[in-house]
């Protein structure tokens, strides 16, 4: 342990002389919560190891290695051309076997961002709805994934899009490398056969607007009003009734 301590002692110092000698977030930023403080001096942690492989790349590439000051430059440079493109969602990388792969989707079913569009802490984003394979398939309540895809050929209208997030979960499934796109697509056949929900009830999918069974009315009352007009069709309803009984009884008796 001693030996290994003072072989790789340098290597940890000058590690903590690149994260603090320029641009430390932890030493710039105070912060009255510790973890944040922790949170930033990760950061730094990340960057410089970013830098020492690209050091090593170079050296691979048989390139002139540049500072640690340049590398922070070209990294903050890049960081300012970063588009809101760029945090679009994309599948995560899944390392399959081969054959596995899912076959692609049908056509016109292809994933379409929401037309919407909310302010949200003065940034205009699109909006976002429950990913409806995700609150089908989660496996507690209180859990949410929110989305900006739907399928349009899946939706009944503009009013009821079908949401299916465009993210791989590992944890819908054992070994699951599908998108809750996918999932919806090829495992449950356009929607034709629905996941087993594995909290409470499944979604409801149907469009706005749309009332219970057909010839089926609820009744309402507004008013006392409506109530005394019902209590007095219901009397006149038994009145009617009581008549024609004693109409049958006479003719039974003659």
Not at 104 to 127: A, I, M, S, T
Request: positive net charge; proline residues 5%; aromatic residues 8%.
């Amino acid at each position: 342990m001693v030996r290994d301590y003072q072989r790789w002692m340098d290597g940890v110092d000058i590690h903590d002389q690149l994260r603090l000698q320029r641009c430390s977030l932890q030493m710039q930023t105070w912060c009255k919560k510790y973890y944040k403080s922790t949170f930033l001096g990760l950061v730094d942690v990340a960057i410089v190891n970013a830098y020492i492989i690209f050091r090593e790349a170079q050296k691979r590439n048989a390139d002139t290695p540049i500072s640690h000051a340049e590398f922070l430059i070209q990294l903050h440079a890049e960081m300012f051309d970063l588009s809101e493109k760029d945090f679009a969602e994309h599948p995560t990388p899944q390392t399959t076997a081969v054959g596995e792969e899912p076959p692609p989707l049908p056509h016109g079913h292809e994933p379409q961002e929401c037309p919407e569009y909310q302010v949200v802490n003065g940034v205009r984003k699109r909006r976002q709805r429950q990913c409806k394979v995700c609150s089908v398939l989660k496996r507690r309540v209180e859990e949410r994934r929110a989305t900006k895809y739907y399928c349009a050929a899946c939706s009944k209208s503009d009013k009821a899009r079908m949401y299916l997030c465009n993210r791989i979960w590992p944890q819908h499934y054992p070994g699951n490398a599908m998108s809750c796109y996918q999932i919806w697509h090829h495992k449950g056949g356009n929607g034709a056969k629905r996941p087993t929900p594995r909290c409470r009830r499944g979604f409801q999918s149907r469009e706005a607007g749309e009332t219970e069974a057909a010839g089926k009315r609820k009744r309402r009352r507004q008013s006392g009003d409506e109530v005394e007009e019902e209590d007095r069709d219901d009397e006149h309803s038994g009145s009617k009734a009581e008549s024609s009984g004693d109409v049958e009884e006479a003719n039974e008796s003659e």
